[in-house]
Structures are given as C-alpha cells and as structure tokens.
Nanobody, 115 residues
C-alpha cells in the first residue's frame, strides 16, 4: 500500500512553468511504475508521463520536450516539470503508482493555464 499526495498545481499564464510533486508514503524503490495522468473537463483521463523503476520514461506526444518526469528514490517523490505551458494543458493532474496487481491514485491537483 502507498498513499500519494500531489502538490504544486496552480494558475499560470501561457508560456509559464509549474513543477508538480508527488510524495509517496513509503519507499518507491520496488514500485513498478509511477506517473502523472490528467483529466480535463469533458475528456477522458490520459497518461501524461510515466517512469519505471528502471528509469525508463514515456510521454504523451503533446507534452514531449515541454514536460519532464523525474524520480527521487531517496525522497520517495516523483516530479513533473512542466514548461511552456499551454491552455490545452489545463486539467486536474493525478499521481499514479503501479505496484504488482495494485494501483494507487493521489487526490489530484488543479493546473490552470490562462491564455
């Protein structure tokens, strides 16, 4: 079991940056993968970025180059650095962890990008 708490969301102008952080309640060393999902009003939740225990990263095409996911095993955190933000990035962002047959979700943090 792992509890996830997101932070760092907020309101930012287009072209600005935000850094989201996901803090896990226990070591993430053995967690298979962690990632960030987002869900905009009226749209399905989508995987934005993920990182495996081996350090392999994956990004949805729309955020490649602009976003970077990183993991700090010693701090039990997974961050998402978001640069060159666009209004289309506006959504609730959720931290996710997959550990064997288990899936965990954070409560979500709102990111709003104004044009």
């Amino acid at each position: 079991q792992v509890q996830l708490v997101e932070s760092g969301g907020g309101l930012v102008q287009a072209g600005g940056s935000l850094r989201l952080s996901c803090a896990a309640s226990r070591s993430i060393f053995s967690v298979y993968a962690m990632g960030w999902y987002r869900q905009a009003p009226g749209k399905q939740r989508e995987l934005v970025a993920s990182i495996t225990s081996g350090g392999r990263t994956n990004y949805v095409d729309s955020v490649k180059v602009r976003f970077t996911i990183s993991r700090d095993i010693t701090k039990n955190t997974v961050d998402l650095q978001m640069n060159s933000l666009k209004p289309e990035d506006t959504a609730v962002y959720y931290c996710n962890a997959r550990d064997g047959p288990y899936t965990y979700w954070g409560q979500g943090t709102q990111v709003t990008v104004s044009s």
